[in-house]
């Protein structure tokens, strides 16, 4: 089984590498762009990037799923499930990329080019992307719940739980980004580290989703890093949330997940902090000077966790994306204090 591992980690990265020069090509021939805002030039790119990561990722999940059956004679039905909720998770990240203007619009950050679907449509446009893992019934119904002990959620944890874990960690991972690498980088460094917990201490199938999702994250940075040739859009997030959900509700890793995905946690608390006192959800992006340092245009307020680095330090883009990427690899840390 670690042999088929890592034949479908090497095919994630591969695909992933080898997809992405004609798909931007394709996306910038075909209008699917936006415009990189943390440049003072604003560039318009490609987006969407996504669509390369989901086709790295499926690759290396069929070739598991090969091996599986006509090496070892195991089936996969939990690893199917996955790839079609990769494939739905994908396609309305895609769809919500896809909702182009013609002419440039106002934002909060200026102008793009690109309005995406509201916010309270996104939850609803996520929520088929749990089908696939609730009609197989995947995972313990049984939880190990806080002040509370081990709680039987029975029919309610495929047909409520698993829903709601989906369409969460789907928006939840939408709520940070915008730097170059910061996606990729912070994802590279949560799917590792979750992918070598359950590797140490559940086994090689539950770590699968983690390691194939975090090889093709590997070979997108080398497009999307600073200065970025591409941008990742709402298919990467939705993406990458749906992958999130589907590893831990596999792995029965539910508490892991929580712990590792903390920065996210905070984040969304900041980013319903922002809507309640400004009636707005504030912008992660900054305002850039000529010298590429990014300072917040929020001033001392703290309505995201890039407004603590905007506010009180001088970084570039490139230095914020690899600050964030440093304080994931804290949380990322944290799973393994609990076990040595």
């Not at 970025?228 to 539910?254: F, H, R």
Request: aromatic share 12%.
């Amino acid at each position: 089984m670690v042999f088929a591992l890592i034949v479908s980690v090497i095919i994630s990265f591969i695909v992933t590498l080898a997809v992405f020069p004609n798909l931007m090509r394709f996306l910038y021939a075909a209008g699917v762009v936006g415009l990189d805002l943390n440049k003072p030039r604003k560039p318009v790119l490609p987006s969407s990037g996504g669509i390369g990561i989901a086709i790295g990722v499926l690759a290396g999940l069929l070739s598991y799923i090969g091996i599986q059956t006509f090496v070892y004679h195991q089936g996969s039905l939990n690893l199917v499930a996955v790839t079609a909720t990769v494939l739905i998770a994908m396609f309305v990240g895609f769809f919500d990329d896809l909702n182009v203007k013609s002419r440039k619009v106002k934002t909060n950050e200026g102008y793009d080019i690109r309005v995406g679907f509201s916010r309270w449509m996104k939850p609803l446009l996520t929520l088929p992307a749990a089908i696939p893992l609730m009609v197989i019934s995947v995972g313990e119904t049984t939880l190990s719940l806080p002040f509370v002990g081990d709680v039987n959620f029975g029919i309610l944890y495929p047909l409520l739980l698993v829903p709601i874990g989906i369409v969460g960690a789907s928006n939840m991972v939408n709520m940070l980004g915008g730097y170059n690498g910061i996606e990729g980088g912070m994802g590279l460094i949560y799917m590792a580290s979750m992918g070598f917990y359950a590797l140490v201490v559940l086994g090689v199938n539950s770590s699968v989703i983690f390691f194939i999702a975090a090889a093709a994250l590997l070979a997108f940075l080398r497009y999307n890093w600073y200065p970025a040739k591409i941008l990742p859009g709402d298919s990467l997030t939705y993406l990458l949330g749906s992958l999130v959900a589907a590893g831990v509700i596999i792995g029965n890793m539910e508490k892991i997940g929580l712990i590792v995905m903390i920065p996210f946690l905070i984040q969304g608390i900041l980013k319903f902090y922002s809507k309640c006192k400004s009636g707005n959800y504030a912008s992660d992006l900054g305002i850039v000077g000529k010298d590429g340092i990014i300072k917040s245009k929020y001033g001392k307020n703290i309505f995201s966790l890039t407004h603590i680095v905007t506010s009180y330090g001088r970084f570039t883009e490139k230095e914020i994306a690899i600050i964030f990427m440093l304080l994931q690899g804290v949380f990322g840390l944290l799973p393994f204090l609990g076990i040595l």
